[in-house]
């Protein structure tokens, strides 16, 4: 299902004629369950209960569940038992409709590799009652928990966090790897759900890449350097850029915790920020692209097709964007010559996807 509707965009968005492209099957997991490493569910209240899960289809009534088959079963135990324990201290949830109470959402981050967890209190305003017992008994249930944090939203929003985040008790960060790489995860770090496939996604940018050891790239909407790491080991110089800030403090904390020093990581729009690189003589072998849902910007698909990287490598959450910007690089002088279809999200219909693009070498 998920490799034909690859193919299905590919023909009929970027107007590819699949006879030149080979569209790999998905691949998929071995044990599609239990993959997601981080849950955060909404809390409401019932019959004086509280109640923490997901919300009914159309609606904002919370179903209370037990378990979720495609989260960390961990994490399941931990949201579980953050709600009961909240619950025997009489915290009230957060009502929507009134903007009254107090908690709004669990978030529970969970390392599959390090085993170390993190728990998010989102709450309406910054005090916690009942703090200093909240915190025992989360801790004396869970010794593996490294980390608990506050983050605060007093706004009417359905946007789950706030701008302040605190830590109450234990570190800032937790820690897991992708591969032999070990990441540095805040509260709000942006961090794949599915670490078992996204090795085999980055395993498969890397192969695309064809790094020699002596190659310069650039990898736009780099995030917190996950890829950018990744291909670093097999590279001479990695630069990488990102419009958020802190996920750039991150990329270059991730780059120390891996003794990478051959990554250079800079913040703002990859439109604006690679021109500049180019202007200063600095041009990429390969390019890697892992942009969000909405595809590449104009302007970045322009600039690449005037810096003319020998090879593109572009990771995609959206098959649609996927094959538009792949009409936009063909039309620039780019050759797509393969498509690798994930399964990074079993049970959905989403699909993730890795093309690699050569330089069409009859083109000027």
Known sequence: FKQKQVKDVLERIGKLDLSNVTVHPTLGMQDPWNYRNKAQVPVGEREGGLVAGFYQQRSHDIIDMNACLIQQSKNDEAVQAVKDICANYGVKAYNEERHKGWLRHIMVRYGVITGEMMIVFITKTNDFPHKAKIIEDITAQFPHVKSIVQNINPNKTNVIFGNETNVIWGEEYIYDLIGDVKFAISARSFYQVNPEQTKVLYDKALEYAELKGEDTVIDAYCGIGTISLFLAKQAKKVY????????????????????????EFAVGEAETVIPKWYEEGIT?????????RKGCDEALLRTIVEMKPKRVVYVSCNPGTLARDLRV??????ATREVQPVDMFPHTNHVECVAVLERNININ
């Open 240 to 263: 990488g850029v990102e419009i958020v800030p802190e996920a750039i403090e991150d990329a270059k904390r991730n780059s120390e915790l891996n003794g990478i020093t051959n990554a």
């Open 284 to 292: 990429a072998d390969t390019l890697v692209v892992d942009p969000p």
């Open 329 to 334: 690089l063909e039309d620039g002088g780019y």
